[in-house]
């Protein structure tokens, strides 16, 4: 708020963000700045910043007065996504009621023209929330969890996050109820009929498949009143949900190519655009390029790894995070299996990263406190020209060997064989970077200085299989 605003209220004037993080490289007493500050406000103008003394740094951003926003209503609600969950009703049932969830498009059009509408004469169906036979079903956002109307019952309102117990068991739950009417002759209390065709539309992957629905034995769920004991449902069913992508999308790729090598700095550009540089890197390099080429990933994220020193008592690597979509995952995690590295693995830095219980090949990292959010892409600093800069995050990760001798880091030992990224598996490139694995050429330790120089070791392309 301005000082107009406020009465000259300093306090209410500014904000402040405090920044935590880990230096490398750079000795006491000097203080490491960024290269510049600014504002991403749209309609703000800011000039390169000054300097005030040795540690602070100043910039003075003003009202854009030739700005103009052109934000349409669409545009808003584009922006805006989240899981979709959906089945198909058999009986010609509809929703009058939920809680913890609530559908895409609340409409009563169907009952009003439909044979509900006879049955039921004296029922307002203006407080019905829907009556598609399809019905697409959205997780509550997190602080409508204690909101007695929407929400208010336990385990409900995770935004569409649902986390493994490995990081937090009472997030890895997520439930939703509703209130179905049903029509006869199906009336009768025990006459219960499954829907069926139930279908899950992610942000990461578009193609769940829902196998058929089994009985169980009745669930037990959580009493909401708060006290210590378990409520029985009086049926369960249960759908196994596994991830996918069309065996071939369209004629122009195919999802069984490998991955194409690319240059280093393809790495911060759209994979839709990357096409023509990985054809110019093959040729420049002598390089089989596959084709068709591979399937896009359609989510949006990639995640690079570096290999940043490998020394005698242990060595080093960072992981790059970047979101190219426009959904921002809260809560993220990354799971990495390495061949033989896990048992030397000592920090995350920037991260919440373990070695997973259980498990002597898996290190499981997610956000710290503060930093859970990945955020979307957003345009650049003049959007008119610059390309669209991803969300990233990023952390070194520092590994001993006293317990893992005869690591061969850039050989290969180094590098993960499997990842995962909010539990889905990343397509990973068939060979090791040409300069970090070309026998006989130059030594060990030669070859490894200059595939860090040349930047050769950071290609990892997050495609969802």
């Known amino acids: 708020m301005s000082a107009i605003e406020t009465a000259g209220d300093l306090p209410q004037m ?39 003394g040795d540690s602070t740094m100043y910039v003075c951003c003003v009202k854009d007065p030739n700005f103009r926003t052109n934000v349409t209503e669409e545009e808003i609600f584009n922006r805006k996504k989240a899981d979709l969950l959906s089945w198909r009703w058999m009986r010609q049932e509809f ?20 044979p509900q509408e006879i ?17 697409t ?20 309102c995770r935004n569409g996050t649902i986390l493994p ?60 009143s708060g006290l210590p004991i378990n409520k029985t449902a009086v049926a369960s069913w249960q759908r196994s949900i596994t991830n996918g992508c069309p065996r ?15 240059p280093a700095y393809a790495l911060l550009v759209l994979f839709d655009n990357r096409t023509q540089m990985a054809e110019q890197w093959a040729d420049l390099k002598h390089l089989p390029i596959s084709e068709p080429a591979p399937c896009s990933d359609n989510c949006g994220v990639s995640i690079n790894w570096h290999i ?28 990495l299996q390495f ?43 003049r959007p008119e020209k610059d390309p669209r800069v991803p969300g990233k995050q990023q952390s070194v990760i520092s590994f001993s060997k006293k317990k893992t001798p005869g690591l061969y880091i850039v050989e290969g030992d180094g590098y993960p064989i499997k990842v995962f990224f909010n539990g889905e598996e990343c397509s990973l490139p068939g060979i090791l970077p040409s300069q970090a694995t070309a026998p006989g050429t130059w030594n060990r330790e030669e070859r490894i200085k200059k595939a860090v120089k040349e930047n050769l070791m950071d290609y990892m392309r997050s495609e969802i299989q």
């Not at 071939?248 to 690319?262: E, M, V």
């Not at 020193?309 to 921002?328: H, P, Q, V």
Request: glycine residues 8%; aromatic residues 10%; hydrophobic residues 35%.
């Open 14 to 52: 500014e904000a402040k963000i405090d920044l935590v993080g880990t230096v490398f490289g750079v000795e006491s007493p000097l203080v490491p700045m960024p290269k510049t500050i600014s504002l991403l406000n749209d309609g703000f103008s800011c000039p390169s910043p000054t300097m005030q």
């Open 248 to 262: 071939n999308p369209s004629n122009t790729c195919s999802t069984n190519s490998p991955a194409r090598l690319l």
């Open 137 to 156: 079903i959205v997780d509550l956002p997190l602080e409508k969890t204690n909101d007695s109307t929407p929400g208010g019952i336990p385990f409900c």
């Open 339 to 381: 061949r033989k590295a896990v048992p030397g693995f000592e920090k995350t830095y920037s991260f919440n990263g373990t070695a997973l219980n259980g498990s002597d090949n898996t290190i499981f990292m997610h956000g710290l406190e503060g930093l859970n959010y990945l955020v979307g892409e957003v345009d650049g600093s």
């Open 165 to 224: 117990p490995s990081m937090d068991p009472s997030r890895s739950t997520s439930i939703f109820q509703l209130t179905v009417q049903k029509m006869p002759p199906y009336l009768n209390k025990t006459d219960l009929a499954v829907p069926q065709n139930f279908q899950i539309k992610g942000t990461l992957n578009q193609h769940f498949k829902c196998e058929s629905p089994r009985g169980v034995s009745p669930s037990l769920f959580p009493d909401s």
């Open 95 to 114: 929703i009058t009621t939920m809680k913890g969830a609530y559908p895409s498009i609340m409409e009563s059009r169907d009952c009003l023209f439909g």
């Open 119 to 135: 049955y039921f004469k004296d029922m307002d169906f203006a407080n019905v929330l829907n009556c598609q036979r399809n019905p």
């Open 308 to 335: 940043n020193s490998d020394y005698a008592k242990g060595w080093s690597a960072r992981i790059k995070l970047f979101n190219w979509g426009e959904t921002n995952f809260v809560d993220w995690f990354v799971a």
